[in-house]
């Protein structure tokens, strides 16, 4: 018997080492511009879908009354020349006698006169108004003159809010972590059904074979739309239903490919000698057959992700989706489309962030597909 | 060929027959019923209205009913449109459904071939780049983005086109809902003829036909075009079903009285007989395009034989 050597220590210093599929497919991958440019942007997207609502100051289900459909501006809400007039009208509203207002950095004050004791209550008017917070009066003794001093809080909404007030920029987080989750959720899913069931079936061969293809070729001519109305009518319209109705609806080009692969796979030497070394079916299938198929489902995903996304919009879009307060770039899209007259950027933030999305995740499939492709060496 | 179109068609009847059967249990399973209201029915209102529809019979006596009126060509009446028959619906609804769909498809067939041969001639040039940067927009930009923005555009902006609605008479309603259609199927159609065109240029009969010294125009016409359509052509099959059959965010947006929306709001309402003539419409034109395309597939490459 021979001892087989450890390739890693045969080899000396400094000769070629071999290449693995992976490593070569990664090299290849990284000269291809578009999909690094898209991986990056796909990391940051995830980032900011991950902690983006974190640490953004404005929570995506907070509605500023006051700020309906204001649009995208760097410049601080409420505008400045705005911050004046709506004093005074809360000073009318007050009826008291007052000087002219003072506005120094966040804080507003004005003189007060009047013939008879300023009643302290007029402050409510000032407290209920949602542009001014702490308002303070500083009366004289007799009560007759006073300081009425209030700070005026500065929002910044740099994608604008939504109709009924919310900031876009963090709905339009939210949006992307509930839009990347289920893509990447509902991929999994069908991953793992579309891999098992079409290793399966193609290992098994036979009978077994025809039965299961059979049922893939009616599951495919019943409308994809049927399944998840009647899962979310069964189960109730939850996220988790959503990316398990996708995921079970996405995995039948899946279970196609791998068994296609399967068939060639089986009659190769390797599985002959695992099977004459006495493996189990189910060990050869997950030790032999299913790893080797990973090089078309990878790419196969990586399209798929997308079209999750995309259906998952569709759903929103439809109302069968995702449920407000909690939104998604589908959702959103519908929101805009009904407002987007005289309010155009509520379609165009979230349409161009999930266009965004759904070209790099394009373009990392088709580098993927290039770069794992035998052929194109 | 006869007899092979034959078989063919013989073969789908199970499989419809399953479709059927599947919706039919599936939709029933679901919890709720068509006369499910805010205030409930009376109960003496409600068991008159069950029976009126036959629904107070055993399931499966349902099940044997409404496949004996199926074989009839009798869709049955619809739940929650009364006085009307799924029947009476389609009969207005999918002759809008088939017109937008069929010059949806012919749009994006020619443009999609055309387009994506001209990229593949002029592989790697600014037009190839264009084209194919285009296309991905195309395929990556929902329907329901492409559809107000247009709309928005056209006909509101402009005021060229109208924003939305539907005139049977007027061609000028059919612009914006047929191009929305067409668009991502343009896309990946071109995508498609030019993979397959770059594939076929390089193959042994097109290198042939060159030798022969035949020109560019028939070498690329006739020779390169036709191995090129081939993917095309399989993609169209379901995805003529799919147009002909109506597109649901197409008719909201654009108030287009198509069938489309009608097997998302059957379900919702739990109108039955208008979920399971949907299924059963779409089944039947799935069967029929699927058929279309093997026959086409053999028209375009000899190889392929009935067998």
């Known amino acids: 018997m021979t001892i087989k050597p450890d390739p890693t220590e045969a080899l000396p210093a400094g000769e070629a080492q071999g290449r693995s599929l992976w490593q070569d497919a990664w090299l290849r991958l990284r000269r291809n511009r578009a999909a690094v440019a898209s991986m990056i942007v796909l990391a940051v997207l995830t980032l900011i879908g991950a902690f983006g609502p974190m640490i953004w100051p404005h929570p995506y289900d907070r509605v500023y009354q006051q700020f309906v459909r204001v649009p995208a501006s760097l410049e601080a809400y409420p505008r400045e020349e705005a911050v004046l007039p709506a004093f005074e009208r809360l000073l009318t509203r007050a009826r008291v006698d007052h000087g002219e207002p003072e506005l120094s950095g966040s804080e507003i004050s004005v003189g007060l006169t009047s013939d008879e004791a300023i009643d302290p209550r007029i402050l409510r008017y000032f407290q209920r108004s949602d542009l001014f ?149 189910a060990g050869i299938l997950f030790r032999h057959i299913i790893p080797n198929t990973l090089g078309p489902v990878v790419v196969f995903v990586t399209l798929l992700v997308p079209k999750a996304i995309l259906l998952e919009s569709l759903l929103s879009f439809l109302g069968l989706g995702v449920q407000d307060p909690l939104t998604s770039l589908g959702l959103l899209i519908s929101e805009g489309a009904a407002n987007m007259r005289g309010a155009l950027w509520l379609l165009i933030w979230p349409a161009a962030t999930l266009t965004l999305i759904l070209f790099a995740l394009n373009f990392l499939g088709d580098g993927l597909r290039d770069s794992l492709d035998p052929k194109d060496r | 060929m006869l007899s092979y179109t034959l078989k063919r068609l013989m073969s789908a009847v199970p499989t419809v027959f399953i479709i059927v059967t599947l919706t039919f249990f599936l939709i029933r399973l679901a919890p709720g019923g068509p006369f499910d209201l805010e205030r409930p029915l009376d109960p003496l209102i409600l068991a008159n209205l069950n029976r009126a529809y036959n629904l107070d019979a055993s399931l499966w006596s349902q099940y044997l009913t409404y496949l004996g009126n199926l074989l009839q060509g009798d869709l049955g009446p619809s739940f929650t449109r009364r006085d009307f028959s799924v029947n009476d619906l389609f009969a207005v609804g999918l002759p809008v459904s088939i017109l937008l769909g069929s010059l949806a498809l012919s749009l994006a067939a020619v443009l999609g071939t055309f387009f994506g041969a001209w990229a593949a001639l002029r592989q790697n040039s600014a037009v190839d780049y264009a084209v194919v940067g285009v296309a991905t927009f195309g395929i990556t930009t929902p329907t329901f983005v492409v559809a107000p923005l247009l709309s928005l555009f056209f006909g509101v902006v402009l005021g060229w086109l109208p924003a939305g609605g539907w005139s049977q008479a007027n061609p000028i309603y059919w612009v914006l809902p047929v191009v929305t259609l067409a668009l991502p199927q343009v896309a990946i159609i071109a995508r498609l003829v030019r993979g397959a065109t770059i594939e076929a240029l390089r193959s042994n009969h097109v290198r042939t036909a060159r030798a022969y010294g035949l020109p560019t125009r028939v070498v690329v016409g006739v020779h390169a075009l036709r191995a090129a359509m081939l993917p095309a052509v399989s993609y169209l099959g379901p995805t003529a079903a799919g147009l002909l059959t109506g597109s649901v965010v197409i008719e909201t947006i654009f108030g287009i009285p198509g069938i489309g929306r009608y097997f998302v709001q059957g379900a919702l309402g739990r109108d039955y007989t208008l979920v399971m003539g949907t299924v059963v419409v779409i089944a039947v034109f799935i069967v029929l395009f699927n058929l279309l395309v093997d026959l086409i597939y053999a028209w375009l490459d000899p190889r392929v034989r009935f067998d």
Request: net charge neutral; proline share 1%; hydrophobic share 55%.
């Open chain 1, 133 to 281: 917070f702490a308002p303070a009066l500083d009366l004289a003794d007799d009560g007759l003159t006073g300081t009425l001093t209030a700070r005026v809080e500065r929002l910044h909404f740099y994608l604008g809010t939504d109709a009924i007030g919310r900031d876009m920029a963090a709905r339009i987080m939210i949006g992307v972590r509930i839009s990347l989750s289920i893509g990447i959720l509902a991929s999994v899913m069908a991953l793992l059904l579309g891999v098992t069931y079409g290793a399966v079936s193609g290992y098994l061969g036979g009978k077994v074979d025809n039965v299961m293809m059979r049922v893939v070729d009616i599951l495919y001519s019943l409308p994809f739309i049927f399944f998840v109305i009647l899962l979310v009518v069964f189960f109730g319209r939850s996220l988790v239903i959503i990316f398990i109705a996708i995921g079970a609806t996405e995995w039948l080009d899946m279970a196609r490919i791998v068994r296609g692969q399967t068939l060639s796979l089986k009659r190769q030497e390797f599985v002959q000698a695992a099977e004459a070394m006495g493996a189990t079916k």
